[in-house]
């Protein structure tokens, strides 16, 4: 059982405050899904949950199971088993993709082994109809939208992390990638038990990853929260109907 | 595959076949002087390993050739001069990797007749500082000169490319394309100095220059997978320091070690 416990989180960047005073706990066998319109801090809150130094936390914690991690480093909080799919993976040239899963992969397993790890990821390439072929090219470099994110899927896989954090990983997907992603990330949550936090506008992900909990954010925090009817609320009254006010119903 | 290796200004390998005529001379000030003729299509892999390396080189390619140079040097001081002389149709390929503490290089090509060709693919670690001037003379029409230049700087290294392509006017349609990268893990200051100087119309001139060092977003993905800060600078360093080419590697790690 892990518990992610975020408890009066406040973030700035160049000093422009971008979290304000948010609350949450997700356990595992829980998936939330944080909604609201654009610039509000919800890919903000991914990566400073996941320790991007780009922010500064100001005030309040982020626990992972009942330890602070607040000064925990990137890497260090990766080896907690948490993980972000990012809404835009990185470029990077030269960097060949096996030799990037190669390197985070045997940093996490004691006992590597290279043969297994090669058949797991030609397995895993084959299971999101993606060629095998690509492990050889620099990492996420020429990859459409839709390759970036079932790349970083295929890398969930292969870290096998407890706390996933999804930021968008419906963007730049058709509807096929759509269908075989939330069906992959729905697989490995029965499969591994783990907690979701999905970052989203689109109600059509949640036709195949089901949440227990939604939230709507604006201005840096959670204004309501409810189960999956808030979905349909959102789609048929829009984003403006929700106020701060909310918070207290 | 023809080898010529010098260590400390000394021939310690000399194998080449018929394809390459060569000769070798001590100049003044402990330069020595190479002169190579390249005769038929062939490859040749250089290696520099010294202390200190004084070279005059010229290399001679007839028309109709393709000459391949696997160039691969680890020196704590080198100043070498380059002159390449290409005639009608010919194409040379130059890979280079290099890690020298101190280095002076300059490099001539001259590309004296129609559809001449050289390609250079320069990798470059930086212990202290290097300068290297490339500068390209297209004598004739529809030569090509490209260049890729990435270099690392560590420890106290930096370093300077000025890099010039000229075209006379009436030479039509020549290729001139500067590709300058350099990759800062220090504070030192670096200099790219990108220089086109075209009078002819019919030509297709490029250059980019970028100096830098790794983007945050590019350690933050790597370290969100569980690599330590310095690993993942280590493997993005490895990565843009790796030669695509698979003999200069292999050379470069049996002779480094």
């Known amino acids: 059982m892990h518990t992610l416990k975020i408890k009066d989180l406040n973030v700035e960047i160049d000093g422009k405050k971008i979290i304000q005073d948010f609350n949450l706990t997700i356990n595992s066998k829980e998936i939330h899904v944080i909604m609201g319109p654009n610039g509000i801090g919800k890919s903000t809150l991914t990566k400073v949950i996941m320790g991007d130094p780009s922010y500064k936390i100001t005030k309040g914690t982020i626990e992972y199971d009942g330890k602070k991690i607040n000064n925990l480093k990137t890497d260090e909080r990766a080896r907690l088993g948490i993980f972000l799919s990012m809404q835009n993976p990185s470029e990077i040239e030269g960097v060949t993709n096996a030799d990037f899963l190669k390197a985070a992969v045997s940093k996490k397993q004691e006992n590597f082994k290279l043969l297994p790890f090669v058949k797991e990821v030609n397995e ?126 | 595959m023809n080898k010529l290796h010098i260590k400390n200004n000394k021939i310690i390998k000399q194998d080449i076949d018929s394809s390459i005529k060569i000769s070798i001379k001590e100049g003044i000030y402990d330069i020595l002087k190479i002169e190579l003729h390249i ?165 297709i001139a490029n250059h980019s220059a970028y100096i830098g060092s790794i983007k945050p977003e590019e350690l933050f993905y790597l370290t969100s997978r569980g690599l330590s800060s310095s690993e993942a600078t280590n493997l993005i360093v490895k990565g843009y320091i790796q030669t695509t080419n698979d003999s200069l590697q292999n050379i470069v790690d049996v002779n480094w070690g």
């Open chain 1, 124 to 249: 895993l390439y084959k299971e999101f109809n993606m060629d095998t072929n690509m492990t050889n090219r620099p990492l996420n470099v020429g990859f459409s939208g839709g390759e970036k994110k079932k790349n970083e899927i295929i890398q969930m896989y292969l870290l096998k992390p407890s706390l996933i954090l999804l930021d968008e990983v419906d963007s730049g997907l058709d509807v096929d990638s759509l269908k075989l992603v939330g069906e992959k990330i729905m697989e490995y949550y029965q499969k591994e038990e783990c907690a979701i936090l999905l970052i989203t506008h689109y109600q059509r992900l949640l036709d195949y990853i089901k949440p227990d909990f939604v939230h709507i954010m604006k201005q840096g925090s959670i204004i309501k929260s409810g189960d999956n009817s808030l979905v349909a609320e959102v789609e048929k009254k829009g984003y403006n109907a929700f106020t701060k006010e909310d918070e207290n119903e």
């Open chain 2, 39 to 203: 005769l038929k299509d062939t490859t040749l892999e250089f290696i520099d390993f010294s202390d200190t390396s004084k070279l005059d080189i010229k290399i001679y390619v007839d028309s109709n050739i393709t000459f391949n140079l696997y160039e691969g040097r680890n020196a704590k001081k080198s100043k070498i001069q380059n002159k390449f002389y290409v005639q009608e149709n010919s194409v040379v390929n130059v890979e280079r990797l290099y890690q020298i503490k101190h280095a002076k290089q300059l490099d001539l090509i001259f590309l004296n007749e129609t559809n001449a060709m050289v390609n250079i693919n320069f990798i470059n670690v930086a212990l202290d500082h290097g300068k290297y001037d490339i500068i390209s003379y297209h004598n004739a029409c529809k030569t090509k000169f490209i260049i890729k230049n990435r270099g690392v700087t560590l420890k106290k290294g930096s370093l300077t490319y000025h890099v010039t392509g000229i075209v006379y006017n009436g030479t039509k349609g020549c290729v001139v394309d500067q590709n300058n990268r350099i990759l800062t893990l220090n504070d030192e200051k670096n200099l790219i100095k990108p220089v086109l100087l075209i009078e002819e119309e019919d030509v």
